[in-house]
């Protein structure tokens, strides 16, 4: 009996598993959620994440990182990998972006004598190319502060800008902060184009299945909802 126990004790061990996600920055406030809630289901993985931008998960993903799923800010940097992965990329989400003024309320038209305007870095982060689209068709005072991935981009704007472009999903937070909605302004979509997120699966495994088909449910969806994601 005591090697029968022992038998199944160790082959719950070998069976757990363990997946490394790489996800895009502005997903970061959701993500502790959708952990639990992958978890209640499939107690026996572990996830293990990592944030960051989707440009330089990218380029990590191409140089032999050790990923298993690829959530990105957009399409494009998930469907770069799907000749690599042999894998299709897919949307999980549609993001917003949010104009934040810490100082005052946010409105598009006090860009054009702003002091100091924060986005992303364009070229990795999606929200700051979106931020990037909304700056060429408004006017605005041209100071424009690049950082390095949405996260710093927020933190850049409390810190030292006038107004910073960021995911609308920072909202929650912001408000726990103390800010006010008026210090938010969602940004008109037609002014950059839609930010639909893309996941694809970087090594095949059924737990990275799992996961991926866990993303694209409705429990999920419910979850990015609350967030500010469609």
Request: glycine share 6%; charged share 25%.
């Amino acid at each position: 009996m005591k090697k029968v126990f022992l038998s199944l004790l160790l082959a719950s061990f070998l069976n757990a598993g363990e997946l490394n996600i790489a996800a895009a920055a502005n997903i970061s406030y959701p993500l502790e959620e959708l952990k639990a809630a992958f978890n209640e289901k499939y107690p026996d993985i572990k996830l293990v994440i990592n944030t960051g931008a989707s440009g330089g998960f990218n380029s990590q993903i191409k140089n032999g990182a050790d990923f298993d799923v690829f959530l990105a800010a957009n399409m494009d940097f998930a469907t770069d990998l799907e000749n690599l992965t042999k894998n299709k990329a897919t949307s999980y989400a549609k993001g917003r972006l949010l104009l934040f003024a810490p100082k005052k309320d946010a409105n598009l038209k006090g860009l054009e004598n702003a002091s100091c305007i924060a986005i992303a870095n364009p070229k990795t982060a999606p929200y700051g190319k979106a931020a990037t689209e909304v700056l060429a068709k408004v006017k605005n005072s041209n100071k424009i502060i690049q950082a390095t991935s949405i996260a710093a981009t927020l933190s850049q704007t409390i810190n030292a800008c006038e107004y910073g472009f960021i995911a609308a999903s920072s909202k929650a937070e912001l408000l726990k902060l103390g800010y006010k909605d008026e210090n938010m302004l969602l940004v008109d979509e037609n002014l950059h184009e839609p930010i639909l997120q893309g996941m694809i699966i970087v090594k095949n495994s059924e737990d990275a299945k799992k996961f991926y088909d866990f993303i694209l449910s409705d429990e999920a969806k419910a979850i990015f909802n609350k967030y500010g994601y469609e």
